[in-house]
């Protein structure tokens, strides 16, 4: 029999997951599963039963309160915010408790016991005595801030407490997965049998050929032999048809159970949104508790998610939770002031469509407070009171960024809105925000359903076949007019006069083509974080689902390029990422008017290109010494993608190379018109006179040999090359 000390070690082990499932079932019962307080009722019971045997008086009483909670509700009480904020405060207090095993004196718990019997009174019609002001507020507890979170669990153990309905991914259907393995192996054995023939009918080929060998043929025979050879070719076209037939069928049929095989697997990673919004909802009002808040959080709509951007979204969505309850909601007093209700909300809506999820989450608060974000951002933004609101919205996800003036349980760190720009970026996603003064702010997240794929609108642009997620695309327009104004192009969206002005780019310009927007062009109009913007293109395609290679996937980087997709005609489509085409979009009209003097004060850029990394690491510190500023790629294709994104003041580049040689990058980047001028120089072991000859018809400036290398001599060239002579 195991000691008093062992089960009460394991009674505190099982907290966690016995207080995750209490804490699902509740929500799961305000949402309207009717089964939920039933089940709640016996947990709660058991885990009263247990403390009390066990000598943990607070943890008991904590559960008998709730547990008396749960039966008035049973009992035909109408349950109120109060009902729930009481039981998942008494939850969250269980938590605790155990968590702190042997330091129950350290937490106050009157107040979560105070709003327990409130609530139990409210559910009987008022039988108890009236509660005091004290009773009323929302409870807390006296302990370090961040010890208040509710409890986290990892995804298998929540499953695990979670009911049916809230599981995390779907159990994988063992038989489904089985009958297709055995349908692959049944014809993974037919094209055994298929090589058997094949290697039949070689046997009969080489038979063939050795009678129409004209060498040492007997002339007599010479008829016997034709004939004999045209049955051999007969039996031979005819057993290659039939392989041909049966080969395209075993193709077919594989195709078709791997596509099953990969649907089957594909469902059992899919998860309903119901756990992540429970979730959201008990952060909501753990986080109004903290902060003595009067918070209606609203939870509205499901969808379904593959359980991978289930886990990158959750972190996002209870920030962004948290941040309005902090930031957003304004005191009671404030409130009071501007005439609105006394009690703020926060809504959570979830909203699916054929290519993506979309939540939103909505504040009544106080907007952005874009007067004190100009305020912290002078030190480091130039000219920032010049922005307008809409241009200022991108620095709110910036890393380190805090409008707080100090730190407390929430706010003042300078992490949250910028873990939500990484976890939404990270899926292919978008963050849309609009915020209005005085009457709060909404945050839209567009995610993908499924990271094994994605609907895209193709478009082309010079030599480059591009793609943009369809969630990021508003609309296609033809080019009427082309409006230029002091801030550059601009279109108008519909005809009437009124009608929205949005910024216009050339795609080709930004992918390093040059050229402007003209009439008769087509352009996309495009959601950014901040509003819409377009850029014309060369054409346009119907919107298809695509499979993705993403960029930390493949063999090169580019600063716009945030996947690829493979094409049935063997070419593919850059999956853009439409935030980071807005900001490189937007920079060159600003930087436009001191481009003389920050050319003057800036250090030269130089880009070295080099597969060898002792060689790469070698020059790079060579052009440091020089007092340049160093860009590194490993690769042909890598070099020109960041040659395109910044343009530097001179280029080292080796010639054979992986994915794309020397010869080539030169030859691309002197098709560039933004990056024809620009100097090369072309360090190597092996360059052939052809190629030499090439280079110099290239206008690279030097050729140098890696055997014969004098850093001297690439001193004397940089200098020259940057020179400009």
Not at 233 to 251: M, P
Not at 512 to 535: E, N, R, S, T
Request: aromatic letters at 2%; proline letters at 6%.
């Amino acid at each position: 029999m195991r000691s008093r000390a062992d089960l009460v070690a394991a009674f505190h082990r099982a907290m966690p997951d016995r207080v995750a499932q209490a804490t699902d079932l509740w929500l799961g019962h305000e949402q309207g599963q009717a089964g939920n307080l039933p089940v709640l009722r016996r947990l709660l019971h058991t885990l009263k039963g247990e403390a009390h045997m066990l000598e943990l008086l607070e943890c008991g009483d904590l559960a008998e309160l709730a547990e008396s909670v749960i039966d008035a509700a049973r009992g035909g009480g109408r349950p109120t915010q109060l009902t729930g904020d009481s039981i998942l405060g008494a939850l969250e207090a269980l938590g605790l408790l155990s968590a702190s095993a042997g330091e129950e004196a350290a937490l106050d718990l009157e107040g979560v016991k105070a709003t327990l019997r409130t609530a139990h009174a409210a559910l009987q019609g008022g039988g108890a005595p009236g509660p005091t002001a004290d009773e009323l507020a929302p409870p807390r507890l006296d302990r370090a801030a961040e010890s208040v979170a509710p409890p986290q669990l990892d995804a298998d153990r929540r499953a695990r407490g979670a009911p049916p309905d809230q599981a995390s991914p779907a159990a994988l259907d063992a038989a489904a997965v089985g009958a297709r393995l055995q349908e692959l192996q049944r014809l993974h054995g037919e094209r055994e049998v298929l090589q058997r023939r094949l290697r039949e009918a070689q046997r009969m080929l080489r038979a063939l050929l050795v009678e129409i060998d004209p060498r040492g043929a007997n002339v007599d025979r010479f008829e016997e032999r034709i004939t004999k050879t045209l049955g051999y070719g007969a039996e031979i076209e005819r057993a290659l048809g039939a392989i041909r037939a049966d080969w395209s069928s075993n193709e077919f049929a594989a195709g078709r159970a791997i596509g099953e095989l990969d649907e089957v697997v594909r469902r059992a990673s899919v998860v309903r949104t119901e756990r992540l919004l429970n979730q959201v909802s008990l952060a909501a009002r753990s986080a109004a508790r903290m902060l003595g808040k009067d918070v209606e959080a609203r939870v509205e709509g499901t969808g379904l998610l593959d359980a991978q951007v289930e886990r990158r979204l959750e972190p996002a969505l209870l920030h962004l939770v948290r941040n309005a309850i902090d930031h957003g909601i304004e005191p009671a007093d404030v409130r009071a002031r501007r005439g609105k209700p006394a009690r703020g909300t926060v809504a959570v809506t979830v909203v699916q469509t054929d290519a993506a999820v979309r939540v939103e989450v909505r504040d009544d608060g106080g907007g952005v407070d874009f007067a004190r974000l100009r305020e912290v951002l002078a030190p480091s933004v130039e000219d920032v009171a010049s922005l307008d609101d809409a241009e200022l919205v991108p620095y709110l996800f910036a890393h380190g960024l805090t409008t707080s003036r100090s730190v407390g349980a929430i706010s003042g760190r300078g992490v949250g809105l910028d873990v939500v720009a990484r976890e939404i970026g990270a899926l292919g996603g978008q963050v849309r925000v609009d915020s209005r003064p005085g009457l709060g702010t909404t945050i839209l997240l567009v995610v993908p359903k499924s990271l094994h794929g994605e609907e895209v609108v193709p478009i082309s642009s010079g030599r480059f076949r591009c793609a943009v997620p369809t969630h990021a695309v508003r609309s296609v327009v033809l080019l009427d007019e082309v409006l230029h104004t002091s801030d550059g192009p601009r279109v108008r969206l519909a005809g009437e006069p009124s009608a929205e002005l949005v910024p216009l780019f050339s795609l080709a310009a930004l992918l390093g083509d040059g050229g402007q927007p003209a009439p008769g062009d087509a352009a996309l109009v495009l959601h950014h974080a901040a509003g819409l913007f377009a850029v014309s293109v060369g054409g346009y395609e119907n919107p298809r689902p695509v499979s993705l290679v993403r960029s930390e996937e493949l063999p090169f980087t580019s600063p716009l390029v945030r996947g690829v997709a493979p094409t049935a005609d063997g070419e593919a489509l850059l999956l853009l990422d439409v935030e980071r085409l807005f900001a490189c979009a937007r920079q060159a009209p600003r930087e436009a008017p001191s481009a003389a003097a920050a050319e003057a004060k800036r250090e030269p850029l130089a880009l070295v290109v080099e597969d060898a990394p002792v060689a790469r690491e070698l020059l790079c510190g060579i052009l440091r010494a020089l007092g340049l500023r160093v860009e590194e790629a490993s690769d042909g294709r890598e070099g020109l993608a960041r040659a395109r994104a910044t343009p530097p003041d001179v280029v080292l580049t080796d010639l054979e190379m992986p994915y794309m040689g020397g010869l080539e990058l030169v030859a691309e980047l002197r098709r560039s018109p933004a990056l024809a001028r620009v100097p090369v120089v072309v360090l190597t072991t092996a360059a052939d006179e052809p190629s030499v000859a090439a280079l110099r018809g290239l206008g690279v400036r030097a050729v140098l040999s890696k055997q014969r290398f004098v850093e001297e001599e690439l001193r004397q060239i940089i200098a020259t090359s940057l020179g400009g002579a």
